[in-house]
């Protein structure tokens, strides 16, 4: 251990943290390679991501369904030649797909989309996997699990046994969908009805409970929208109060709650068509001021919400704060908001999710993050270093793997 002694000294050692940091990530939309063709991976893939189509879109007057009746590979030509080729790649998304091809060893400047797919063309994705999360230095990833996904559910007959990827189980379904599923969720064995009775209500929770346990998930999670309030007389906020926290609590798992996702703006660009609205920052202290002993996990979308956020978890240490979700994962706003962060929360927050869809998304969002958490964590230690305060190398890496997982690891471990 040695006491650093110049800012020089410092600025390097962050570096060096931040850059072999490995990483937990705390919300994805990946699979184990076992979980078969879910699992997206490859440069179609990366060039296929809806954030791409809907970039896209604003250049070319194609008509969307005749978009969406193109092969994946016509669309992947097309997005590439519209903003790679037709207008140079430097939106945040697009620079993303040429880092990973950078990193992966591969020559963005050849621009030769055909040698890149022969490179994936022979990988298998049990060994891509491995690469990938060697290359980002990922040591887990949390999925989304969705017991309401016809496509994953079967995958879960039998235990997930590769221990990197750990389960969340997703609620969208039945807490914004329980009049359209509460049927299906009867045909399950549950014994639900459509007005959410109090037998219901306890059918709910054995629902929550058993797939909670079948996938041994880290934590529920919903994404939600901007009007999202409780309490209040509506479903979703029963559901909530009433079945989720209760399991939640009983399995000492939090939470997590994604506010301000508002769903389809535009039907047309399918995935790509969600947009956001300013969540309500009391709902969250309402709920974690009224369940303390429950845990709460939240990132909201609106920009207009992190400070409010942020204070807020100043007030509960049953919040944990995380994330530059979705239309915040640029480097202008990572920056702004782990600046905020750091100097309202210290290192009880988690600055950062990728939200990667696509396998190969890990390499750059991680990538680009790091960049940018390096340097928002150099000038607070230097600014620490001002005080006269001193710090260790090791106190430097204990700081940052708080940051890229251990903030998550004790939130877990957490009983309130
Ligand atoms: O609700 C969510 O988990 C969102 O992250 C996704 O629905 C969204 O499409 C996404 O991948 C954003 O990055
Ligand atoms: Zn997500």
């Known amino acids: ?45 990366l060039l296929t991501y809806h954030y791409l189509v809907a970039e896209t879109f ?53 621009r030769d989309l055909a040698a890149w797919r022969e490179y994936f063309d022979q990988l298998t994705v049990e060994d891509y996997t491995d690469k990938v999360f060697e ?30 990827f750990l389960a969340a189980l997703r609620i ?18 549950y014994d639900v009805d459509a007005e959410l009775s109090i037998k219901a209500v306890i059918e709910v929770q054995r629902f929550l409970r058993d797939w909670a346990v079948r996938m041994q998930a880290q934590y529920m999670a919903a994404s939600l929208p901007p009007a999202f309030k409780v309490p209040d007389n509506t479903l979703c906020a029963r559901l909530v109060e009433q ?45 974690c001021r009224t369940y303390p002993h429950n845990k709460f996990l939240c990132t909201m979308l609106a920009r207009e919400n992190q400070h409010e956020l942020a204070v807020a978890a100043r007030k509960f240490r049953n919040l944990l704060v995380f994330g530059c979700w979705w239309f915040l994962n640029n480097p202008s706003l990572i920056e702004e908001m782990t600046r ?26 991680w990538t680009h993050s790091r960049r940018i958490i390096a340097k928002v964590l150099r000038d607070k230690y230097c600014d620490l270093y001002d005080t006269g305060w001193r710090v260790t190398d090791e106190e430097i890496d204990r700081d940052v793997d708080k940051l890229f997982g251990g903030a998550f690891d004790d939130f877990l471990a957490l009983q309130l």
């Open 243 to 287: 079945a989720v926290l209760p399991v939640c609590r009983e399995m000492n798992i939090p939470f997590a709650m994604m506010i301000g996702v508002k769903k389809l703006s535009n039907p047309d660009l399918q995935l790509a068509g969600d947009s956001e609205g300013k969540g309500d920052i009391d709902t969250v202290e309402y709920l």
């Open 135 to 164: 290359l980002g230095r990922i040591k887990r990833v949390v999925m989304t699990n969705d017991p309401f996904d016809d496509l994953e559910r079967p995958h879960w007959e039998k235990p997930q046994t590769d221990a990197r």
């Open 58 to 110: 604003r250049y070319i007057d194609m008509d969307y369904d005749a978009f969406w009746a193109l092969s994946k590979r016509e669309q992947a030509d097309l997005i590439f030649k519209t903003l790679f080729i037709d207008h140079s790649p430097i939106s945040e998304s697009c620079r993303g797909v040429l880092t990973v091809l950078q990193k992966l060893g591969l020559d963005p400047a050849s």
């Open 340 to 365: 905020m962060r750091i100097e309202l929360l210290g290192l009880s927050v988690v600055p950062q999710h990728s939200d990667a869809r696509v396998l190969d998304q890990l390499i750059y969002k």
């Open 172 to 189: 969208d379904q039945l807490l914004l969908h329980y009049p359209e599923n509460w049927e299906k969720i009867k045909g399950w064995g």
């Open 1 to 45: 251990m040695a006491v650093l002694q110049s800012k020089e000294a410092i600025c390097k050692r962050v570096d060096e943290a931040v850059k072999n940091v490995w990483v937990t990530d705390v919300h994805t939309h990946l699979y184990p390679p076992s979980f078969g063709d879910i699992l997206l991976w490859n440069v179609d893939e």
